[in-house]
């Protein structure tokens, strides 16, 4: 796909002057030229042309408030120069996999002055004896070069930033599950607890029940007995009238 139409693409119905972010990598690029993109896109901050055959940045229109521009793995050997003067605001600037060989080459990046982060990595300016020491001194303003500091410190990655930040505040959402479950747990303590008391209450009162039917047996028991004793009683006093008559 060619990158004027990859940039109607991505577009997507809205105007360029809302477009912050634009990716066009993998596109092709005409004659080695920047096509499809306009004075228009007045906001556009980020923007990728990553293997798009460039060969030339004559014909970048003026992005005032560009500050990351990728541009790996093109055929760019020359014309820097126009960075400064349309993207005078970039700090970070990914040259790597071109075909960058001489010193004189970057040396038209000087211009620009908020630059921090420059990036030649595969380009052959890399082989060249001092190569570090002598972009450092001639860019001044850049921080990292292909990552590194002067001091071969690594520079930030922000996007392991975002993810420390995320994961920090993935941990509230963490600690209070556990304090969900923990009320829970304390929800089911107090119904296990609820549970047991009734299950006191009903076995008190089946136990007044069982002494109260007990109570009713010896009652029952004993009116039993002394039915069958005044039926005895009874049985003894005929038996001496009946002696009584047969005298």
Known sequence: MDMKKRITLELRNRSPA???????????????????????????????MVNVGLSSLAKLPSLPKLRKLELSDNNLSGSLETLSEKCPNLTYLNLSGNKIKELSTVEALQNLKSLQSLDL?????????????????????????DGFDQEDNEAPDSEADDEDEDGEDGAGPTGEYDDDEDEEEDEDGSEGGEVGLSFQVNRGDQDEDEEDYAEEEEEEDAAGVQGQKRKRDVDDEGEDDDDDEDD
Do not use: H, K, M, W
Request: glycine share 4%; proline share 2%.
């Open 18 to 48: 809302e477009i912050a972010e634009l990716v066009v990598d993998n596109s092709r690029s005409a004659d080695g030229e920047v096509e499809g993109l306009t004075d228009e896109f007045t906001e556009l901050e980020f923007l990728s």
């Open 121 to 145: 990595f595969n380009c052959e300016i890399t082989s060249l004896e001092d190569y570090r020491e002598s972009v450092f001194e001639l860019l001044p303003q850049v921080t990292y070069l």
